[in-house]
């Protein structure tokens, strides 16, 4: 059976002189067995080729088709081009094909189909459970779970979602052998998920040492500094690679900061298009492009053996993170570099992450006592309406109490509703105590890796709890002499202050009052037609930046004043920029309890624009701060009769609408209306800062 199984891996690496890893026919000959294994190798091992084998073999006994569940469908191209060499068909159900599930599930019932991929969240879908999972269920050969450290509570990366997996492993035959696989598991975690596997579950382990990955941590917290460091060292570093930063703005101001150096960069995050993303993805893959600035949506599961490099321009929140972000690099080279930076801003993103990472309780009693209220439930819009909570944070909620069990809500439809348990529930404080603990445990543990002066692998291995940690004998702190990066020289210094000081951001309309909202006193819902939108417009900064934005955080809190350096910087900024129709006067946005910062700030922008000034809206309610609101809803309706246009209406000239932050943009949204439809042709808004942080 060995030397069949050699065979088959020869033909699906399309290598005759292919051999197996330590450990790869080990965990197949335990599936074969019928054993419950949980396989914990390192990135690059191959952990996919063992379920792959494993399937081809079971099929050729007459097993039914493997059920793989995984996060990481849209990067498992490669893979299944690899098992249909050896004749494997792999298919996967989505909920971008729905209209093929009917065939697809023919296919399995038929024999068809060798294996099934999908990802945890459709376990969540009725109609998936009813009508494919249910009829599949009793012919499965063999289940494997992908990244199977999602399953644990204490795993870096939890999702609700695959809470579901153990209950289905609860409800199959206990004869079905189980594969679980993770190149991310400390003990903690292996535990955790062999007990939810079940009882007997073997664990395969192996050495998570990366003999070709050359680590290299350098501090460098300012912005500046770590984008001249780029400029200057990546031209020389090997092959193609992968810049990671933790917020999608940084990804795209990287990337734009790479190529005005002449450096071939792409930015890559959720936010595009699943096809644009593919084509970045085989970009990289045959070397079109040097570097891709990537979010952590480039994580799991994307294989390019011969990656020069990773590097970090922000600290990830953890040592687990580091090891699965850095992997990537230098799987089938013989040298591949590991640059890790720390920024000032590093701290601040990871404890959002922490503090966000499970429901408050105030926001779990929130949604239970406003369904226990609704008597033929609630859609997501309704609940936007009736609870200050934003839409993410609202899906996050209902998904958390959809997995528990039992679960006190329950979804039909589009609409939600509280089930009997609902009365009762609360959610397990300890149990959310000791894992916020614990992420702030592993915060510290990569601060004291950035700072480490000793091997940053053996360093790595021993936080991950790998049994055979050693010296690699090529990490900057072990051999720093060959380790020949360009200084930063003032030049290059130079440039990038001045990029960062340009970095200016657009203000896109809004084309839609929150559904379900009437903003009375303006007649506004609906569609917002075009002749009340306001035109595109500009945030000269990021809030807190180290270009403008800590000068208008001292301006907003410290001074009540914000400096002549912004308004020369807005009055460049309005150069570059150029509205159109240009704008022949300013407005501003009033506030009743800061009233002198942003009409001073205006009115200085006036004078240097060589236009008037006017104070023609006037803020008429103290209505609660827009950052308490919490969604678009909320945030609207807040506004609601709070501006008043003071002058007569009549046909106004373009201006400019001046505010010092950017968020919602519904304040921009709001105003520009009230001008537009008292008559101003069109409206520019121009804000000192946005505050916004995006991942992914």
């Known amino acids: 059976m060995k030397n069949k199984a050699l065979n088959y891996l020869r033909q699906a690496l399309d290598n005759p002189e292919a051999v197996f890893r330590p450990g790869q026919w080990e965990s197949i000959d335990a599936l074969l067995a019928g054993k419950r294994m949980l396989v914990v190798q390192r990135t690059g091992w191959g952990k996919s080729m063992v379920y792959f084998l494993g399937t081809k073999l079971f099929r050729e006994q007459g097993f039914g088709p493997t059920l793989l569940v995984s996060p990481l469908l849209s990067l498992m191209r490669d893979q299944v081009k690899a098992a249909e060499r050896i004749g494997v068909k792999a298919e996967t159900i989505n909920s971008a094909n729905q209209e093929e599930w009917q065939q697809i599930q023919q296919n399995v019932n038929s024999g068809e189909t060798d294996i099934l991929l999908i990802s945890p969240e459709r376990l969540a879908n009725d109609n998936f459970r009813q009508d494919v999972l249910s009829s599949i269920a009793e012919s499965i050969g063999l289940f494997v779970v992908d990244e199977a450290h999602c ?140 570097v891709l600035v990537a979010t952590v949506a480039l994580g799991m599961g994307f294989d390019k053996p011969d990656l020069g490099f990773v590097i970090h321009y922000q600290r990830p929140s953890s040592v687990v993170h580091y090891y699965q972000q850095v992997g990537r690099a230098g799987r089938a080279v013989k040298e591949a570099y590991g640059i890790l930076f720390s920024g000032a801003e590093d701290d601040a993103i990871a404890d959002y992450f922490i503090t966000s990472a499970f429901p408050p309780q105030k926001d779990v009693d929130s949604i239970l006592d406003f369904l226990q209220d609704a008597e033929d439930g609630c859609s997501i819009v309704g609940l936007e309406a009736g609870v200050n909570l934003k839409r993410s944070r609202i899906e996050k909620v209902l998904k958390f109490l959809s997995v528990e069990s039992p679960s006190p809500v329950v979804k039909n439809g589009s609409r939600w509703y509280a089930t009997a348990a609902a009365q009762h529930y609360a959610a397990d404080m300890e149990l959310v105590k000791a894992i916020t603990a614990i992420r702030r445990s592993e915060q510290e543990e990569m601060r004291r890796y950035m700072d480490h002066k000793g091997c940053l692998m053996e360093f790595l291995q021993r936080s991950l709890d790998d049994p055979s940690p050693d010296r690699c004998g090529r990490c900057c702190n072990c051999d720093h002499v060959s380790f020949n990066f360009l200084p930063r020289d003032e030049e290059t210094l130079r440039r990038a202050e001045i990029f960062l000081k340009k970095d200016h951001h657009t203000i896109a309309p809004r084309k839609r009052w ?99 000034f006017s104070s023609c809206i006037e803020k008429v309610l103290a209505n609660k701060p827009q950052k308490e609101m919490e969604n678009s809803f909320q945030q609207a309706r807040n506004l609601d009769g709070a501006f008043k246009f003071t002058r007569e209406r009549k046909r106004y000239a373009p201006c400019l609408l001046v505010d010092d932050m950017v968020d919602s943009r519904w304040t921009f949204t709001v105003v520009s209306a009230l001008l537009k439809q008292n008559g101003v042709e069109a409206v520019h808004p121009l804000a000192l800062a946005l505050n916004s942080t995006e991942s992914d």
């Open 151 to 290: 399953i644990s509570d204490w795993g870096h990366d939890f999702r609700p979602d695959y809470k579901r997996i153990v209950r289905v492993l609860q409800a199959m035959p206990a004869n079905v052998p189980v594969l679980a696989t993770t190149a991310t598991a400390n003990d903690r975690v292996v535990e955790d998920v062999k007990r939810q596997i079940g009882i007997g579950t073997e664990l395969a382990r192996g050495s998570l040492a990366r003999r070709s990955l050359r680590l290299c941590n350098i501090n460098a917290s300012d912005a500046v500094e770590r984008m001249a460091w780029l400029a200057a060292n990546i031209p020389s570093l090997p092959g193609s690679g992968i810049v990671y930063t933790l917020t999608v703005r940084d990804s795209e101001r990287v990337t734009m900061w790479l190529r005005e150096n002449d450096i071939d960069a792409a930015a890559y995050h959720a936010k595009l298009e699943n096809e644009d993303r593919e084509e970045l993805e085989r970009r990289l893959l045959n070397n079109e492009v040097k």
């Open 514 to 612: 929150p559904s379900g909202l009437s903003l009375l006193s303006h007649g506004f819902s609906g569609k917002i037609p075009e002749d009340l939108q306001y035109s595109e417009g500009r945030a000269l900064c990021l809030w807190g930046d180290p270009g403008w934005g800590k000068l208008v955080a001292e301006g907003k809190y410290a001074t009540g004043r914000f400096p002549d350096e912004l308004v020369e910087a807005c009055v460049e900024m309005i150069r570059s920029w150029k509205p159109s129709p240009e704008p022949r006067w300013v407005a501003c946005v009033p506030s009743l309890k800061h009233p002198q910062p942003v009409p001073d700030f205006a009115k200085r922008l006036a004078d240097a624009l060589g236009i008037p």
